[in-house]
């Protein structure tokens, strides 16, 4: 029986068609194998968006994704639009969007390929195997508890405050993607908090310690956050899966993307409770070599592949995805900005059609 998605598709600015439209090819590939069909619509998000109707991201774009089964977003934001005022440039609308959809989980996986290994500025014995999902929430935390603000004190001296608010239920949902995320990958779940000092972290580790027991298939651990970024320059391959709150996951997931030394690979997912997850590529929308062919499409494959896992629970073609972007990488092609000596460079619609070859014969 043939599984239908609907799918909306947001190109955005820069290189964002040039990927979009390998990540479709592969998408339509693996469906034709799999009896998976897709029903791509596009909307416009970003500096696109600001020059056709004059905002970052239209009602009718967030309309669209609402009725969609998932969204893939390729990239935002260039030069030409950097001036604007905040409410109107391109990073605006992704907020928005992310509100719009009341997603609260970001999903980035930091994976050293073996290809690429060498890329890492650790060295080879440290990174190798590494394989690392960051579950951040993204929706709470310090980043939008209140009070906040830069305040006068009775004194006449100025005074910046901001509070790191988290209730039972918002440490809830995100622990609950953290838990059935680590029983997708290897089981372990390593929760990174702050609570030999923060009362909200205390929180945070008493909720996510009650939720262990309703998965007895996961082994729970906690850190400290200052000890998990240690950790994760130290020993990565310790690490599984990770949950963990707003700022945390801002600045550990970022750390464990460098672990992989191009973050041109690396895909993200962000989910809600319910209606459709956004999945794009980490990096940018790399204007300077827009529309030169020169772009690495892989981290916006690999998105596709985390939608299929993560929105559209179909591992299989996840699976077939992922393996066709190894075996690209063991034939030896590469994008300008992966590329090593004795290597075959080649352009992003040639690394398209290569990995239509790939998904053939895996």
Known sequence: MTENY????????????????????????????????????????????????????????????????????????????????????????LLGLRAGLGLFANLRPATILPHLVDASSLK????????????????????????????????????????????????????????????????????????????????WRDRITQLASEYPDVELSHLYV???????????KQFDTIVTGNLFGDI????????????????????????????EPVHGSAPDIAGQDKANPLAQVLSAAMMLRYGLDQPVAADKIEQAVLKVLDWGYRTGDIMSEGMKPVGCREMGEILQKAIAEV
């Open 6 to 93: 609907r799918i909306t598709l947001l190109p955005g600015d820069g290189i964002g068609p040039e990927i979009m439209a390998v990540a479709v090819d592969v998408l339509k590939a693996v469906g034709q194998q799999l009896e998976i069909t897709f029903d791509f619509q596009e909307a416009l998000i970003g500096g696109v968006a600001i020059d056709a109707t004059g905002e970052p991201l239209p009602t009718a774009s967030v309309e669209q994704c609402r009725a969609s089964d998932a969204v893939l977003l390729a990239a935002i934001g260039g030069y030409k639009w950097d001036n604007l005022p905040r409410h109107q440039r391109p990073e605006t609308g």
């Open 252 to 279: 550990l997931s970022d750390a464990a993307a460098m672990l992989t030394g191009s973050i041109g690979m690396l895909p993200s997912a962000s989910l809600g409770e319910s209606g459709p997850g956004v999945f």
């Open 226 to 236: 200052d000890n998990a970024a240690m950790q994760l320059v130290r020993w990565p």
């Open 124 to 203: 080879r014995e440290v990174v190798e195997g590494v394989d690392i999902m960051v579950v951040r929430e993204l929706t709470g935390g310090v980043y939008f508890g209140q009070p906040k603000g830069i305040f006068e004190t009775e004194t006449g001296e100025k005074r910046g405050v901001n509070t790191m608010a988290y209730t039972e239920s918002e440490i809830d949902r995100i622990g609950r993607i953290g838990f059935e995320t680590a029983q997708k990958r290897s089981g372990k779940l390593c929760s990174v908090d702050k609570a030999n000092v923060l009362d909200v972290s205390q929180l």
